[in-house]
């Protein structure tokens, strides 16, 4: 299946809200430390329900351009928000519609590791950034949250597993610098006590624990020289 046809089916089940639900509870700590000024243009890489730029616009970014691959996606953020200078486009990240030297800052949430070839994406971003540009990449599939290797088996769409290494060396590869990598838990997922496992999606209290808490968000921060 391809991402178009995956994810076309999320957005029209209603998943892409349930993902902002769930996402925002990390996103919204990586949002914070991205350094956007009154007038920047920011680029959210597959912008899902559009999320992000509806919580940059309240900082007074100027143009935001969510990119989704799936068109009923970019069809639902736009109708959650009347902000003009937010755009959403269908297009995907291995060829990004936007001129050299253009964007301030690229942030992207849950979405980097469904590129088909990460290292071009991570080129493309970097071709895209003015100098000193920024891009937040926010992933909770990676190698060292172990409890998350499984999802691939219930996607369609080839994932990448990196662990944190690999991503700091694929952003060098790339031409960024990497300004910043870190973990961001999830503190706000409600945890039941050990007595209630095993629940529907877990085996136990440990591995939701180490999923949520230990592991979480993992951001890696790349600066355009
Ligand atoms: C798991 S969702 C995350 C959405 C949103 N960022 C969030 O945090 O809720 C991944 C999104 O990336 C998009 N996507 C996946 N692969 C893509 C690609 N190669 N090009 C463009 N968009 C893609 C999907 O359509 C989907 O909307």
């Known amino acids: ?48 329900s559009g999320y992000a730029l509806r919580a940059l616009r309240e900082r007074g970014i100027g143009r935001g351009y969510g990119l989704d691959g799936a068109p009923e996606m970019a069809r639902n953020a736009r109708s959650y928000t009347d902000e003009v200078d937010v755009g959403f486009l269908v297009g995907d990240f291995d060829s990004l519609p936007f001129v050299d030297d253009s964007v301030d800052h690229v942030f992207s ?38 409890s998350t290797h499984a999802w691939q088996e219930h ?20 031409g960024l610098y990497v300004a910043e990598q870190d973990v961001i838990p999830d503190r706000e997922i409600e945890i039941p006590p050990a007595e209630k496992f095993p629940t529907e999606d877990w085996e136990s209290r440990e591995e939701m624990v180490d999923r949520y808490r230990t592991w979480g968000t993992l951001l890696t921060v790349g600066v355009a020289p």
């Open 1 to 48: 299946m391809s991402v178009r046809e995956e994810f076309d089916q999320w957005a029209t089940s209603g998943k892409d809200r349930g993902m902002e639900d769930r996402h925002w509870h990390t996103a919204k700590h990586v949002l914070a430390r991205m350094p956007v000024e009154k007038g920047d243009a920011v680029v959210d890489l597959g912008t899902g």
């Open 109 to 146: 949430m849950e979405a980097f590791y469904y590129a088909a070839d990460p290292h071009n994406t991570l080129r493309e971003v970097r071709r895209i950034l003015k100098p000193g540009g920024t891009f937040y990449c926010a992933v909770n599939y990676f190698e060292e949250s172990e």
């Open 155 to 174: 996607i369609s769409v080839d994932m990448t597993l990196w662990n944190r290494s690999r991503y700091r060396e694929a952003f060098r590869e790339a």
